[in-house]
């Protein structure tokens, strides 16, 4: 058994990889059957579920400061109260998911640290800047659908406690989408301004979006042994495509122009052909070069060590409930 600095305890990672538990492990995802934090199961597959876990964990939290940069000017109390509601969602998403990931043997404190130091990855997108309200309906409508496109699958991966927070976290995803949906139909029934805003923000989210599905199949070098091992169940194009398929629609109801000049439906694949994206600029942002990068990992830095008196009351009153039980 491995002993995390917490105390928590885990099956032992596998020194030797007995092959017979490799097979009997294999046989259990093919058959569909949820890996559970007590089996056993291949140090690869662990630290592959930390990384995605924790990164998507990560996303959830970096992921309310977008949005939280509108929070005092939305343009009215429901929009406020929407808004407040759905980022605190997203707290919640982040909550589960950590706690998922620390049933793998890593602890909360070793995620923070790696988030806070750079080492840890969290999703492209929230390193873009949110200029107007309109990029509050756009972020629900893209950034929340690109989610749920990618989540709903992952309700079926092949952790369990993995795919159960995936349960929780799409219904309430699904929400989220609608709610910046509506504030796009909103504003193309207003003004000719707030029709130039909401597709402004279209032009601005539409690219960062469809790289947030990750990079190209014959480039994404994790796919392969995460489909096989059914953490992931499809790839990042078939995602990718599904996505532009589902949202193009959704853009011409409203008399959004989705910003593809080579954008033109194929009726032979029953699916959008799209143009070419820009893979460097995802690279660089992936590598911390996004346009408010540093403000976002200063922001999260910030939020942790202003609630340190937190944690250190929680720590005192557990210390107090301990002496109390062992008196
Ligand atoms: N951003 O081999 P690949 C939300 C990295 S939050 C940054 O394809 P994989 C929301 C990737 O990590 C939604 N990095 O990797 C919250 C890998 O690097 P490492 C977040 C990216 O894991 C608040 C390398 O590129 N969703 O919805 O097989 C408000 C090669 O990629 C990105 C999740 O996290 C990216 N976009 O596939 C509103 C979903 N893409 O780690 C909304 C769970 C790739 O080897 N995660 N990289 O150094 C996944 O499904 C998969 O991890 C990914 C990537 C599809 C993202």
Redesign the pocket.
Request: no cysteine; hydrophobic share 40%; aromatic share 8%.
């Given at each position: 058994m491995y002993t995390t600095e917490l105390g928590k305890t885990g099956p032992t990672p596998n020194e030797r990889e007995d092959p017979a538990l490799v097979a009997a492990f294999e046989a259990r995802v093919a058959a569909d059957e949820f890996i559970e934090p007590k089996d056993w199961m291949p140090e690869a597959y662990r630290k592959?579920l930390v990384?995605?876990?924790s990164?998507?964990a990560h996303?959830?939290?970096?992921?309310?400061l977008?949005?939280g940069n509108w929070l005092t000017r939305a343009p009215s109390l429901r929009r406020k109260t929407i808004l407040f509601a759905?980022?605190q969602d997203?707290a919640g998403?982040?909550l589960y998911l950590y706690c998922a990931a620390e049933t793998l043997g890593t602890s909360r404190q070793e995620m923070i640290e790696a988030l806070h130091s750079g080492k840890a990855?969290?999703?492209?997108?929230?390193n873009y800047p949110t200029l107007t309200w309109a990029d509050m309906g756009a972020?629900?409508w893209l950034?929340?659908g690109?989610?749920?496109m990618?989540?709903v699958p992952?309700q079926r991966t092949s952790y369990g406690p993995y795919a159960r927070a995936m349960v929780r976290v799409c219904k309430e995803?699904s929400f989220?989408q609608r709610q910046g949906y509506e504030i796009m139909m909103a504003m193309m029934a207003g003004t000719a301004k707030q029709q130039a805003m909401a597709q402004d923000a279209l032009n601005r989210w539409w690219w960062p979006s469809l790289?947030?599905?990750?990079?190209p199949?014959d480039?994404?070098?994790?796919?392969e042994r995460?489909m096989r091992w059914r953490?992931?169940r499809d790839t990042?194009d078939d995602?990718r495509q599904k996505f532009v398929d589902a949202t193009v629609p959704q853009a011409e109801l409203i008399g959004l122009k989705v910003p593809d000049d080579d954008l033109v439906w194929n009726e032979a694949k029953a699916g959008y052909d799209f143009g070419a994206i820009e893979w460097d600029e995802?690279y660089a942002?992936?590598r911390g070069e996004g346009a408010v990068a540093k403000e976002r990992l200063l922001a999260r830095r910030k939020a942790w060590d202003d609630g340190a008196w937190v944690r250190e009351a929680a720590d005192a009153h557990e210390a107090k409930r301990q002496a109390r039980q062992a008196a």
């Open positions: 592959t990384r995605q876990i990164q998507h996303s959830e939290i970096v992921g309310m977008p949005e759905k980022i997203e998403h982040g990855k969290y999703s492209t997108i929230f972020i629900g950034v929340d690109a989610a749920i990618n989540q992952l995803e989220h790289m947030m599905f990750g990079p199949d480039n994404s070098p994790n796919t995460s953490i992931k990042n995602l995802f942002v992936v």
